[in-house]
């Protein structure tokens, strides 16, 4: 005779099997990503990939855990895309790995590993690099750059000179120096009709990548991976404030699209604030959790230091979610109204 | 057409339903011996009332029913008592309990069955019928049925909902059961509408069992009842008597409260409506059943099958491919192993699954949680499952109980959906009975100082008594003594009124120091009585406790003052949290 408890019917469903849906979720983004920018986001990707897989290798062993059956969750590659799509796409080799081992090492492992980190993995790394590197990590391709595979290879190895002329600002970084260096003396729509760094609708080109995230998203949301209401709330209140304030000023603010499609919002609201491990549980604290980064991530890239303030959001509101959900638990059955 | 209500989360896995439902109830032939369980219905264990070398009949009381909640017992057919002993029961404890062992004659022969006549009879007289026929719920639980059938005092009695919902995968007895004595369960539903005098009767059947609702339907028709069936559905775990009330009726009734008739609704199984009227139409008592054979098996039916009857000899019938490695009794969702193949089937064996691991692989390795909350959106009591499981597996049982462990239904769909393959259910059945473990020993602990209290009080009064008697024999002493010299004095009157001055003077004085003394004595007595009470309510080493640790104190405080054991022990306790 045998002993297991109920139920024994289960559902064909596992945590690799949640990671990897997120994967090929990213996989539009990163087409277009790879479109724009050429084939250097994908040696970045692969650079992260490497990285992720070896800290996490190392850390298991280290604490005596079973190296297959973790490394195989798949959770180690989704931190490790997410920091190769949020880091400039030429960003030195190294960059990357030690945000990379850095995201895995203390981000993840030393709090307890899979699912026990508080702080989401890969925005620590950007956080940490930003702060430590800003010039590197400010420092992104001019779009309509020409570079062949082996010159993005040679500059993201260190073995071409960082040539100033090939790295410029992102698009929301420079409408933001812009404004402040112009001191009034410029206009949002002046600023937009440049059109070697502006769009149809955002930064150009980058507005396309961000598109791709957007599809990425709805279909990770129709998989019921993600959940409606961070993605519905996050870009809901970036909306808004950014709304009000372009109402009030267009001369001085951008319009919401340009904010949705620019910078990081897009895969920070389908892609990042999304995760379930630093993010909140219960409905109305994932409510609270969007809007709040949301609102967040348009201070601080409108009015604060850094050229996008996602990753700084989503931290902060990482810091939150435990009170979140403690002040947002749902009644229960039967008694809704009583308690 | 009635308005339907939703319950949130539930599952839909794979039904396996047709497998079993394409014949019609076969009838099991006698097995070889019958191993009845007294203790088959919730309450107290019947009482054997025969013994080894007794002849029985079949439908004799071989068990009588032991207090109001409990249900009797009888032989499932014609024989010989071989046996009044301890044997494994089909639980999930593996525990035995008294049966009675039957050896079949092979005659089948019935005992005088006295129908009931219904129009003559009074409800209690009905209830006892009832009880002494053993019908208890066939939906799982086995709760005697004629208590549920006296309505709540105070409650008004809104609706009788009848359970056909049958949402497990693999069964289907109830489904059978319904398509084929669709008639009697409604004349069963009438009793018990009769004795409830509900405002409404509804029948909910999941909607992927066409026959039955029609088979049903036609039955109320035929009758010229008013009942209501209602095709609700298909969405486990619909049949869930809570879940049921919520799509019929739109009521949250919480888990954790344990009668719906609190909230003025009543739910019976429809094979517990068959067997009343079987029991009050005919005179026989429950000793058979309808069972599902299916899973691992090459010919999954249902049988008619006596209780007592062991599962390995009646899942021949099915013939179990030979990688079986195991019986399940119930569904695959809220099921268990039983412990040993020679179980007998009892009254709440609506089924058996012959286990396989090709039809149940084993489960991958547990992954820790990613907090991912799809056991959150699948919970009908909407619980949160990874909160409890996080508490429960930090042994922080206070924590489980403020997230609502005990309004888990153990349904199984946290399990069933979680990416991380965590056994949610187990973790929380694994906090409830360490819960109940610790009340108990908290409660045992509470009686033993209660105990140990009284023993000291009574000490201190019977000694205090004891001083008191002695004062008062002692002032009685002195007084006699007094009274004896007064009078000794009195004699020799006038002789020398300066001794009689003398003698006088001390004669009171003593009297009233023998009062004194025993005033005294009694005063000293109750202030020991008084300390030796402070004491005994001073709880000792409560220098450095732990918040959660007070609020607990402060629990058992307001529960002993309640009960009205301690006297004044709030001001000490409230003392020594103000140090």
């Known amino acids: ?339 | 057409m009635l308005n339907l209500f939703k319950f949130w989360g539930g599952i839909k896995p794979p039904s396996h339903k047709t497998e079993s439902n394409q014949h019609p109830i076969g009838v099991a032939p006698l097995p070889s011996h019958l191993i009845v369980p007294l203790h088959q219905s919730i309450g107290g264990t019947p009482k054997p009332v025969v013994q080894a070398g007794d002849k029985v009949l079949k439908g004799q009381l071989i068990g009588e029913a032991d207090g109001w909640i409990s249900a009797a017992v009888h032989a499932p057919t014609s024989g010989t008592v071989r046996e009044v002993a301890m044997h494994v029961r089909p639980h999930p404890s593996g525990l035995d309990s008294l049966c009675v062992v039957i050896d079949p004659d092979g005659r089948d022969e019935w005992i005088a069955r006295t129908p009931l006549d219904l129009a003559t009879t009074a409800p209690a007289d009905v209830f006892a019928h009832l009880q002494r026929s053993g019908v208890v719920g066939l939906g799982g639980a086995g709760f005697p049925a004629h208590g549920k059938l006296t309505p709540a005092p105070n409650v008004p009695m809104d609706e009788l909902i009848i359970n056909g919902a049958e949402c497990e995968p693999y069964i289907t007895c109830d489904d059978l059961l319904m398509r084929e004595r669709a008639d009697e369960i409604i004349r069963g539903i009438a009793l018990f509408r009769d004795l409830l005098q509900p405002k409404k009767v509804l029948i909910g059947i999941e909607d992927n069992k066409p026959e039955a609702v029609a088979a049903m339907t036609a039955a109320v028709a035929a009758r010229g009842e008013n009942f209501a069936v209602v095709a609700v559905p298909t969405r486990y775990p619909a049949g869930g008597a809570k879940q049921l009330i919520r799509v019929l009726t739109g009521k949250e009734v919480p888990g954790s409260m344990r009668s719906t008739a609190e909230m003025g609704v009543q739910v019976f199984n429809v094979a517990t409506a068959y067997t009343a009227w079987r029991a009050v139409a005919h005179g026989e008592p429950v000793i058979s059943r309808v069972v599902t054979l299916t899973g691992n098996v090459a010919e999954p039916r249902n049988y008619e099958v006596l209780i007592g009857t062991p599962m390995d000899e009646l899942l021949k019938l099915a013939r179990p491919h030979p990688d079986t490695n195991g019986i399940l009794m119930g569904g695959p969702m809220m099921g268990f192993l039983v412990p040993n193949r020679q179980v007998p089937v009892v009254k709440t064996t609506n089924c058996l699954i012959a286990h396989s691991e090709r039809l149940f692989p084993p489960k991958a390795p547990e992954m820790p949680c990613i907090r991912c909350g799809a056991c959150a959106t699948v919970c009908p009591h909407e619980l949160q499952p990874f909160e409890m499981y996080w508490y429960a597996r930090a042994k922080n049982f206070g924590k489980t109980q403020e997230y609502d462990i005990f309004d888990c239904i153990e349904c199984g769909c946290c399990s069933y959906v979680c990416p991380s393959r965590i056994p949610l259910v187990q973790y929380f059945r694994f906090a409830k009975s360490e819960i109940w473990a610790r009340e108990r020993e908290k409660k045992a602990a509470e009686e033993a100082k209660a105990r140990f209290e009284f023993k000291q009080f009574r000490d201190e009064r019977e000694k205090a008594e004891k001083a008191e008697k002695l004062a008062k024999a002692a002032a009685a002493q002195a007084a006699k003594k007094a009274a004896e010299a007064a009078a000794a004095a009195a004699a020799p009157a006038g002789d020398a009124p300066a001794t009689v001055a003398a003698t006088d003077a001390p004669a009171p004085a003593s009297a009233a120091d023998a009062d004194k003394a025993a005033k005294m004595a009694t005063i000293q007595a109750a202030m020991e009585r008084a300390k030796a009470q402070r004491e005994a309510a001073q709880p000792k080493n409560i220098e450095a406790l732990k918040p959660d640790q007070q609020r607990e104190l402060a629990e058992i405080e307001a529960r002993r003052q309640a009960a009205g054991i301690a006297d004044a022990p709030a001001s000490a306790t409230q003392e020594t949290k103000a140090e």
């Open chain 1, 1 to 339: 005779m045998i002993f297991a408890p109920s139920p024994f019917l289960l559902k064909d469903v596992s945590v690799s099997q949640v990671m990897t849906q997120v994967c090929v979720a990213l996989i539009p983004g990163i087409a277009a990503y790879a479109w724009l920018v050429g084939p250097a986001i994908l040696v970045q990707l692969v650079i992260a990939t490497f990285a992720a897989l070896f800290a996490e290798a190392a850390m298991l062993k280290l604490r005596g855990k079973p190296l297959a059956l973790f490394l195989s969750d798949g959770s180690a590659i989704v931190t490790a895309w997410l920091i190769a799509l949020t880091f400039p796409p030429l960003a030195p080799w190294w960059m990357v790995f030690t945000g990379t081992i850095f995201a895995i090492v203390f981000a993840k492992h030393l709090y307890g590993g899979l699912g026990q980190n508080p702080f989401n993995p890969a925005m620590v790394a950007f956080a940490v690099c930003i702060v430590s590197f800003p010039a590197l990590m400010s420092q992104w391709p001019a779009v309509g750059l020409e570079l062949r595979l082996v010159d993005q290879i040679d500059i993201i190895f260190g073995l071409a000179p960082r040539v100033d002329a090939l790295t410029s600002a992102t698009p929301l970084d420079a409408m933001k120096t812009a404004l402040r260096m112009g001191d009034g003396n410029f206009d949002i729509a002046q600023l937009l009709a440049n059109q070697d760094i502006y769009g149809n609708f955002a930064g150009r080109g980058w507005e396309w990548v961000a598109a791709g995230y957007l599809i990425g998203g709805l279909w990770l949301w129709h998989r019921r991976v993600i959940s409606w209401q961070v993605p519905v709330a996050f870009i809901g209140s970036l909306t808004l404030i950014s709304g009000a304030l372009w109402l009030y000023n267009p001369a001085a603010f951008a319009n919401p699209i340009f904010h949705l499609f620019s910078g990081g919002t897009l895969l920070g609201a389908f892609f990042i604030a999304t995760d379930p491990v630093s993010g909140c549980t219960t409905p109305r604290g994932k409510l609270i959790f969007g809007a709040g980064a949301g609102l967040l991530a348009y201070i601080i890239r409108v009015f604060g230091g850094f050229p996008d303030g996602v990753a700084f959001a989503v931290l902060l509101m990482n810091l939150s979610a435990p009170v979140i959900d403690l002040l947002t638990q749902p009644a229960i059955f039967g008694m809704k109204g009583k308690k």
